[in-house]
């Protein structure tokens, strides 16, 4: 008992200097791996995959890329020193690329490496469809929510051996590593993930704005992604992410918040569409 007594003790101890502050929320997050051993890793895997891809350059779309990319960017530094969070930014190095994919996607790497697919431009529709999209990846990187999903996934695997470890009963064991695989997934690792997802939809909306690009429009962007998708996907509580109407029905909710909040930056009225 003493030594196991010893052992939570030492956990605990870990998970409370292991942590870091999102400065989105001002909550501490887990961060088993720092930004700089994460970093440049991400770096690496991206200048990998855009060597391994497609990437478009040159054309009217990869340049509207980067120009709404380095736009949010500049809000979303612009935000982090009006709220005490001078130098954030200094690790990041932002890189905007468009690939021809016929993939409706867009992703982020931790540090500020993004990537568009072609194939979700003609959903965005206009470009600020694509700052809505946008606005949601560089708030994923500002959160470090891929840190967060690394520290998380090494408890589910610890809590995992100890478990092991703890129970001598094979048939015990077994049926404890089914029910633990499905139950840290659905009870844990599924609505972690969910949540990042929503605070990168709302946060995104604040930067759009920031960046002079309206956040009402984020909203109509999920409604063609639902249009898009046919209604098909899991149900919400086995995703990833929050469900089509669930994302839609946020996004209107904070939308006022977002043009308030970008207000205090002088913002007063929005870019046109600006259809591509």
Not at 124 to 137: D, L, S
């Amino acid at each position: 008992m003493k030594y196991k007594n010893t052992i939570v003790a030492l956990g605990t101890l870990a998970l409370f200097l292991s942590c870091a502050t999102n400065p989105l929320t001002g909550k501490k997050t887990m961060a088993f791996v720092s930004n700089s051993q994460i970093f440049p890793s991400a770096f690496a895997q991206y200048d990998k995959f855009l060597s391994e891809n497609n990437v478009v350059s040159g054309t009217s779309d990869s340049e509207m890329i980067k120009r709404v990319g380095q736009r949010i960017a500049v809000a979303a530094e612009r935000w982090l020193n009006a709220n005490g969070h001078q130098g954030y930014l200094k690790d990041y190095k932002w890189e905007y690329n468009l690939v021809n994919d016929n993939t409706v996607n867009a992703w982020c790497m931790p540090g500020g490496k993004i990537v568009f697919y072609t194939g979700i431009l003609p959903i965005a529709q206009n470009e600020t469809g694509v700052a809505a999209i946008m606005g949601h990846e560089v708030a994923h990187a500002l959160a470090n929510h891929g840190q967060q999903r690394m520290s998380a996934a090494y408890i589910q695997q610890g809590l995992a051996v100890a478990g092991n470890f703890a129970i001598k009963d094979e048939k015990t064991r077994n049926i404890f590593n089914q029910s633990y695989g499905i139950g840290s997934n659905v009870l844990g690792m599924l609505p972690f993930s969910r949540s990042h997802e929503s605070q990168s939809d709302e946060f995104g909306l604040t930067l759009m704005a920031i960046a002079g690009y309206n956040p009402d429009e984020a909203a109509e962007l999920w409604k063609r992604m639902k249009a898009n998708s046919g209604g098909q996907g899991p149900p919400e509580f086995l995703s990833t992410h929050p469900s089509n109407d669930t994302r839609i029905s946020n996004l209107q909710s904070w939308a006022p918040k977002s043009k308030a909040e970008a207000k205090k930056f002088g913002v007063t009225s929005f870019r046109p569409l600006g259809e591509f």
